[in-house]
């Protein structure tokens, strides 16, 4: 240590980066360190320490920047310098400043500094907290401390994880990658942090956490509202997508069994003829379909609409308004001006009554009355208008057993039923099986943009054996859930046997398995025939899909694991597996 600085010093070790200036407030030099023992340098900064003059606020310690005159030809060198001082001396902490030194800038340009760097380190509304690369804690701000319950400086040097819940700055300082905008939750308190990786010299060298204390309700809500909003725009999309294939019409109407056959002929014959048509089928054997195809192939509600009214579970009273619609004021919660009801929108169209076993008896006579005249009075009105429509009905109930039973009336039925059209129930026409299985693949991959994977070929006849009292609804539904958990490129008939014994059976290295009430001829299920590459199945997608399912569950169930692994139909080592595995593992 040299007591003095003169001109004929030498300039220091080139290795030195730090130095040590010790002076008297007159500016004289008691001690030099480092690359303070450069003469040229600790007259600099003497220079700039008494530019600061005395500042009572900055006893902790006051930053600026110095500079010794350079040589003519020589770059200008800059020096981040930091003074404390007592009443006898000062001592001076200097550094060089690299090139692209914004700090250096920010020093040189703003007085105060040092108040702003000591701001966000103790600001009580954004907590800062730092971690080296090997993940330890090197700084939590004051405050954060407090929050954690910790003493100064009692979580430096520890792993990020053990001083903080929940904590991913290790995760960010190995990554690299920032993570802006995220909840977490410490001690039960949920906060918004943002973790950003931080780099010298090219490489990531720590990262510091933001931590949001004011408002993060606020951004929580924002959060909430986002998700719900995304969760309900992904149930529109899905909703949309089934109404554009109920739509479409006839030629979605799959099967070519001779039942369907003669039923397609049967929706030809009567879509042409301005008669009333009731629908006979079980449930889910795709009435609402065959009405719509109906609809569709007639040439008379061409561009016309079709409306849809199920009578099911609805009271007399509220059928009646649904039915004939209202004027303003007529009952309680009706709707200001009014509203047509629906056999006035079905106007030139089909109106489609589903269920119509169901109706309640008292509004049995007075559907019979307008399917006779064709006068409609909305509700507190004493005017009424002709309406025409198509009338087509449907019920899954055995409407005989109902009539002699005296819960439906013989006069409606007669009004109803000027053609009826019986859909054959799904066990009597298994030939359709394979097709209406390659259908329901190709469109849940089709709604999902997922690629569609290959059918294993034990599948459709697999499928052929079961029974299936909810008829093609409940094939889809199957066939939808075992594309979810499907574990990989190509489906097996034992995914659709979660929860089921004995799936081993039904494996492709088993062919020797009869199937008894299958046809020998029967085909099998082939994936998309115009589909290129992309019907190739990428796993990875069809476990995006039954991940997110899983998450979902969890999610409804609060968390239960073991009641969202019931709901799914899987078990829960599966569903952990599917967990554990993450949406693209
Ligand atoms: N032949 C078919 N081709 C394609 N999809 C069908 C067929 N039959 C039924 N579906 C599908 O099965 C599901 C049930 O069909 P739909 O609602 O028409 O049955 P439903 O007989 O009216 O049922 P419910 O008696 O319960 O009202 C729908 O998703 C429908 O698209």
Request: aromatic share 4%; hydrophobic share 45%; proline share 5%.
């Amino acid at each position: 240590m040299s007591s003095t600085a003169t001109a004929e010093d030498t300039r220091p070790d080139p290795d030195d980066s730090l130095g040590v200036l010790v002076a008297s407030h007159a500016g004289e030099v008691l001690a030099t360190l480092g690359i303070a023992a450069e003469a040229a340098l600790a007259t600099a900064a003497l220079a700039a320490s008494a530019q600061l003059g005395d500042d009572p606020h900055h006893d902790a310690g006051r930053l600026f920047e110095c500079s010794p005159p350079a040589a003519a030809g020589e770059p200008v060198r800059r020096f981040i310098a930091m003074r404390l001082q007592d009443r006898a001396r000062q001592v001076i902490l200097l550094r060089p400043a690299g090139r692209d030194a914004a700090l250096f800038d920010f020093i040189g340009a703003v007085p105060f500094a040092g108040a702003i760097l000591d701001h966000f380190i103790t600001n009580p509304y954004q907590a800062i907290t730092v971690a080296d690369r090997a993940g330890h804690m090197r700084f939590i701000s004051p405050v954060h401390e407090r929050f954690l319950g910790l003493r100064t400086g009692e979580g430096t040097g520890r792993p990020a994880g053990q001083v903080i819940p929940n904590s991913r700055l290790a995760q960010v300082a190995a990554s690299g990658k920032a993570e802006i905008g995220q909840l977490q939750t410490m001690n039960g308190v949920t906060r918004v942090v943002n973790r950003i990786p931080i780099s010298a010299g090219g490489e990531v060298v720590g990262a510091i956490g933001q931590i949001l204390f004011k408002e993060p309700e606020a951004i929580g809500r924002m959060h909430r509202e986002m998700t719900r909003l995304r969760s309900q725009l992904a149930q529109t999309r899905r909703a949309l997508d089934e109404l554009r294939e109920q739509q479409a019409g006839p030629g979605l109407l799959i099967g070519d069994s001779a039942p369907m056959q003669r039923l397609r002929r049967e929706i030809d014959t009567v879509a042409r003829l301005d008669v009333p048509v009731l629908i006979l089928g079980e449930s889910g054997t795709g009435k609402e379909l065959v009405a719509r195809a109906i609809h569709g192939a007639s040439r008379a509600a061409e561009g016309k609409p079709l409306v849809s009214l199920n009578l099911a579970a609805l009271p007399a009273t509220l059928i009646e308004s649904e039915l004939f619609g209202h004027v303003a004021g007529a009952f309680t919660g009706s709707q200001r001006g009014g509203q047509a009801g629906k056999l006035e929108q079905a106007a030139g169209g089909t109106l489609f009554l589903d269920e119509v076993a169901d109706i309640p008896m008292e509004m049995q006579v007075k559907l019979l009355r307008v399917l006779e005249d064709h006068m409609v009075e909305r509700l507190g009105s004493r005017q009424s208008q002709r309406v025409d429509f198509r009338l087509v009905a449907a019920t899954n109930r055995d409407i005989q057993a109902l009539i002699d039973g005296g819960r439906f009336r013989l006069d409606l039925y007669y009004r109803l039923s000027g053609v009826v059209l019986r859909i054959p129930a799904l066990g009597q026409r298994r030939e359709d099986i394979p097709a209406l299985l390659a259908h329901f693949v190709r469109g849940f991959c089709a709604r999902n943009q997922v690629a569609v994977p290959e059918v294993g070929p034990e599948v459709a006849r697999y499928l052929a054996e079961r029974r299936w009292p909810g008829n093609v609804r409940q094939l889809r539904q199957k066939i939808e859930e075992a594309l979810v958990f499907c574990d990989s490129r190509v489906l097996r008939a034992a995914d659709f046997a979660r929860g089921e014994e004995n799936m081993a059976a039904f494996s492709v290295s088993e062919p020797a398995l009869t199937f008894g009430a299958v046809p020998e001829d029967m085909p099998e299920a082939t994936p998309d025939e115009g589909a290129t590459d992309a019907a190739v199945a990428s796993p990875a997608d069809l476990r995006e899909v039954a991940h997110e399912a899983v998450l979902q569950a969890i999610a409804r169930h609060g968390g239960n694991k073991k009641r969202a692994a019931a709901q799914l139909g899987i078990s829960r080592s599966h569903l952990y597996k599917i967990l554990e595995r993450g949406p693209r593992g």
